[in-house]
């Protein structure tokens, strides 16, 4: 028996997204039915409203959630239902070249339900990152579901799904940040406050906060930024530069994914050091640089997908470190919305007034 719930689907390239009635089929083997309790709005729900991903329309947003498991199919052992999960778009498969070298954070076929989700007239819908959580209730492979600590707020907790752990795992996991470490981040929504905040936690002493609007700014001082700089006033390459000595960040974040961002990161880092792009750039964008810069300053090119992170290594910890007060993630949930309110945080982003509005049910 499948069942219909209320969902936020985008229909057609940039055009409004709308609540619609989901056809939500049984759970097949090794797939789980969740409840949603919160999903937040991550700015790649807006690529996909704007074609950015792909044109795999129409697409069911949302994908950083907590919810409670409410069925699950043949084969499941490791949830059952009424477990508190949040939901990750990394599960992993165990077998392939990535996961049986023990690298199981670049997993390259990682699980997702294998039946479709429906509108009621039967077509199909793409789950954002084969999710699909602005949904009463959604489908996903159990491997999706990752047990944590009940005793979390869903809001704060399930913004680990996405965008926070991107953020936190781009310093900690793909940058290496360490004690003693100057950091400096270009960008700073969620996305890039989690990685202040996850330079922090892991022990670096200069950490540089960029943005172009000065209450990004505000924000970022209080999760830990030690420097701020305004890059629609200063430039950001010279600014960074000066916090650390003249020499440059030996880790810096591009969290917003441009062209223009990404060359900043690339030459305001130390001799040696090392980028990582969190921000996800359109097909369009291409760069051009000297290759001898490339080769004569040294260091690590790198790109982090999801914070590099193992969901089931990384989200209970958090949860840990989050419920000990350790890791405010509460101060990421700028305002609670109801389902019919996406279309509106959307705009919110744009204007730069949220760092995650999100959906609770
Ligand atoms: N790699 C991943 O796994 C992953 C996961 C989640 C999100 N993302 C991506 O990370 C990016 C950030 O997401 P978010 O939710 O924080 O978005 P956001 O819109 O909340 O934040 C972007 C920030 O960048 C700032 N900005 C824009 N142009 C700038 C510039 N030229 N210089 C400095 N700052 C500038 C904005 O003012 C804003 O504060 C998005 O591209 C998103 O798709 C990546
Ligand atoms: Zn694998
Ligand atoms: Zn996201």
Known sequence: MSQEVRGVISRSKGAPVEVTTIVVPDPGPGEAIVRIQSCGVCHTDLHYREG????????????????VVEQVGEGVTDVAPGDF?????????????????GRPWYCFNTHNAAQRMTLTD???LAPALGIGAFAEKTLVHAGQCTKVNPAARPAAVGLL???????LGAAMNTGNVTRG???????????GDAAVVGAA???????VAVDTDSRKL??????????????????????????????GADVVIDAVGRPETWKQAFYARDLAGTVVLVGVPTPQMQIELPLLDVFGRGGALKSSWYGDCLPS?????????????????????????????????FDRMHHGDVLRSVVVF
């Open 85 to 101: 999960v949040v939901l990750n778009w990394r599960a992993v498969c165990g077998v392939c070249r990535a996961c049986r070298r």
């Open 313 to 345: 290594r990384d989200f209970p910890m958090l949860t840990d470190l989050y419920l000990q007060g350790r890791l405010d993630l509460d101060a990421f949930v700028t305002e609670e919305i109801a389902l019919d309110q996406v279309e509106n945080a």
């Open 181 to 191: 470490d100057s950091v400096a981040v270009i960008g700073c929504g969620g996305v």
């Open 218 to 247: 505000d924000w970022a001082r209080q999760f830990g930024a030690t420097h701020t700089v305004n890059a629609s006033e200063t430039d950001p390459v010279e600014a960074i530069r000066a916090a650390t000595g003249g020499f």
């Open 122 to 124: 039967g077509t199909e």
């Open 201 to 207: 936690l892991a022990g670096a002493t200069t950490i």
């Open 161 to 167: 799904g996405c965008g926070v752990m991107a953020g």
């Open 52 to 67: 950015g991903i792909n044109d795999d329309y129409p697409f069911l947003l949302g994908h950083e959630a907590a919810g």
